[in-house]
């Protein structure tokens, strides 16, 4: 413990903390601070595949070492990196990685995670609905939402609405299919980050969108297909 706080700080921060994975893929994002586009698609890439040229493992046990250790290291571990929300009971059950077992102690520690990344399918029913998504996301540092559909442009974004009533959120970043609904991105973004409680306009379309001819033609096969999965679960 001689160390300075500064240098100590920096330890932590090698050992208990995930870097975003640089990529130079191409990715569609909305966020209310519009960082790059390569920064939202490496946040999300980082929550679900290693990197081979960055380390992609946490070191905890540095937690054990003392009381004061604990109690300045916690936060990197949990507030500073994206944990992965599962898809259906969301933050009750996180991941730091998902190569990484769920948190054990979910109930205690899900208080200190800021920063979540799901994956969301467009084609398929979710496993849950808005409220529960409200009370999940609302108030976070940031959340990163993989937006992902089976077929491209197979579908519209009408699942995504189930964020519509999440608020207070400080960063919000979409990535993946979001070809065809950039300007409804945009409000659902403005409306994640407006303050908890604000009561936001709902969105309205300045024109259709030119792929929404394809989306009428797929619903029924769509819409099969998602009858069949509720069944076989």
Known sequence: MSLPLELR???????????????????????????????????????????????????????????QINWEATPFLYSSNIFVAHPSLLTAFPRLRNWYPPLREAKTLVPLIRRFHIQVRLDLPLPFDRERARDAFSGLDELSVDVVQAMFLGVDCANLAVFEAVRGVKRVRFGGSTTGFEDYLAWLVGAMTSPVGTEVVPFEPVCESPWAHLWRGHTNLVRSAAVQVEKQE
């Open 9 to 67: 700080f920096q330890i932590y921060a090698h050992l208990l903390t995930i870097p975003p994975t640089s990529s130079s893929s191409s990715s569609s994002t909305s966020s209310k601070s519009s960082p790059p586009p390569s920064s939202s698609h490496a946040a999300a890439l980082s929550a679900t595949q290693p990197s081979p040229r960055e380390p992609s493992h946490v070191h905890p046990a540095i937690l054990l070492a003392n009381r």
